[in-house]
């Protein structure tokens, strides 16, 4: 495409930086108007956006300039690594985000969509200080700042959060069929698509619970206090959890969970297809602490003490019998 080199050195850093999110209001509007200026222009960004050597660019920014860095980062891969792992197998790599649409619907629409692969979990900084870990075969999105009276994100699959106090602006996590409102707070949603139940766990602080559909039967829990929202049935009642963050500092921990679920949670850790061919591992309920650091194999053997299971290996596809 005929951009000329000066050109590109100078429209080069605010695009990556319009896709990293970290462009301030002026760069982003600079970028709107270039796009619109021209087909060439056009056709450029789209080049770049839906291209995978789009993220090796960015890392290579990030890296070689500093002044372009990412608040997010994904455990136990280097950024670089990552985006092009992202863009190459994902395709649409961990930031899913259109400019056409933005420039469309308006900056209040704008959203960030983080995805996670099996086998990691990764950790952002929200623009408005809150903390949030992001589990494995999870999505996130986002918006880059959030505006109006209310602090609104999405959630299919795991998070956990430490949200940034803020009294006059509650934070709210649309997950599934659930949603959850907290002021400042620590707490955990699951609520991958698959599983019957979207569990909420409270660490710290308080939390309102309540079904999209059924605004008004909302759940209050304080400290340690867990909900789960049977999802088949649209029942929302107290629950126990025992640490379920556990995963963000490497742990598998299950507590009186069906078998099956916790094969779930194998094939999410450690990026396998488990098929299980023993009828009476449906109704085995297990408890447990694993270290997501040691081979399935060590987690297998351990589960199947007590328990007349065997299992074998080929590559990422486990069958257990």
């Given at each position: 495409?005929?951009?000329?080199?000066?050109?590109?050195?100078?429209?080069?850093?605010?695009?990556?930086?319009?896709?990293?999110?970290?462009?301030?209001?002026?760069?982003?509007?600079?970028?709107?108007?270039?796009?619109?200026?021209?087909?060439?222009?056009?056709?450029?960004?789209?080049?770049?956006?839906?291209?995978?050597?789009?993220?090796s660019m960015f890392a290579d920014n990030m890296e070689t300039e500093g002044q372009h860095k990412t608040n997010a980062s994904i455990k136990g891969i280097?950024?670089?690594?990552?985006?092009?792992?992202?863009?190459?197998?994902?395709?649409?790599?961990?930031?899913?985000?259109?400019?056409?649409?933005?420039?469309?619907?308006?900056?209040t629409s704008r959203l960030t969509t983080l995805i996670v692969p099996r086998g990691q979990h990764a950790e952002l900084l929200l623009s408005d200080g809150?903390?949030?870990?992001?589990?494995?075969?999870?999505?996130?999105?986002?918006?880059?700042?959030?505006?109006?009276?209310?602090?609104?994100?999405?959630?299919?699959?795991?998070?956990?959060?430490?949200?940034?106090?803020?009294?006059?602006?509650?934070?709210?996590?649309?997950?599934?069929?659930?949603?959850?409102?907290?002021?400042?707070?620590?707490?955990?949603?699951?609520?991958?698509?698959?599983?019957?139940?979207?569990?909420?766990?409270?660490?710290?602080?308080?939390?309102?619970?309540?079904?999209?559909?059924?605004?008004?039967?909302?759940?209050?829990?304080?400290?340690?206090?867990?909900?789960?929202?049977?999802?088949?049935?649209?029942?929302?009642?107290?629950?126990?959890?025992?640490?379920?963050?556990?995963?963000?500092?490497?742990?598998?921990?299950?507590?009186?969970?069906?078998?099956?679920?916790?094969?779930?949670?194998?094939?999410?850790?450690?990026?396998?297809?488990?098929?299980?061919?023993?009828?009476?591992?449906?109704?085995?309920?297990?408890?447990?602490?694993?270290?997501?650091?040691?081979?399935?194999?060590?987690?297998?053997?351990?589960?199947?003490?007590?328990?007349?299971?065997?299992?074998?290996?080929?590559?990422?596809?486990?069958?257990?019998?």
């Open positions: 495409m005929n951009i000329d080199p000066t050109e590109k050195e100078r429209i080069d850093p605010l695009i990556a930086r319009f896709l990293n999110h970290t462009a301030s209001s002026d760069e982003i509007k600079t970028i709107e108007e270039w796009v619109n200026q021209n087909n060439v222009h056009k056709r450029y960004f789209s080049s770049l956006k839906n291209n995978f050597a789009i993220a280097p950024l670089r690594r990552f985006l092009y792992y992202a863009a190459a197998v994902l395709v649409i790599g961990i930031i899913s985000y259109s400019l056409a649409s933005y420039i469309q619907m308006g900056e809150t903390k949030v870990w992001v589990n494995a075969e999870s999505q996130f999105s986002y918006p880059s700042v959030f505006r109006g009276n209310k602090r609104e994100v999405i959630l299919k699959g795991e998070a956990f959060f430490k949200v940034k106090s803020d009294p006059t602006h509650p934070f709210i996590v649309h997950a599934n069929q659930l949603s959850v409102m907290a002021v400042g707070t620590q707490f955990d949603v699951s609520a991958y698509p698959c599983d019957k139940t979207i569990r909420v766990f409270l660490k710290k602080g308080k939390l309102h619970v309540y079904p999209n559909a059924q605004p008004e039967r909302q759940m209050v829990l304080l400290a340690s206090q867990s909900a789960i929202y049977n999802v088949d049935k649209h029942i929302l009642e107290a629950g126990e959890l025992s640490n379920p963050e556990a995963w963000k500092d490497g742990h598998i921990t299950v507590n009186m969970e069906q078998f099956s679920d916790i094969v779930r949670q194998l094939e999410r850790v450690y990026s396998v297809d488990i098929t299980v061919q023993n009828p009476k591992l449906d109704t085995l309920v297990l408890s447990g602490d694993f270290n997501a650091n040691d081979p399935i194999e060590t987690v297998l053997e351990a589960m199947s003490v007590g328990h007349v299971y065997r299992y074998k290996i080929d590559g990422k596809k486990i069958v257990i019998y």
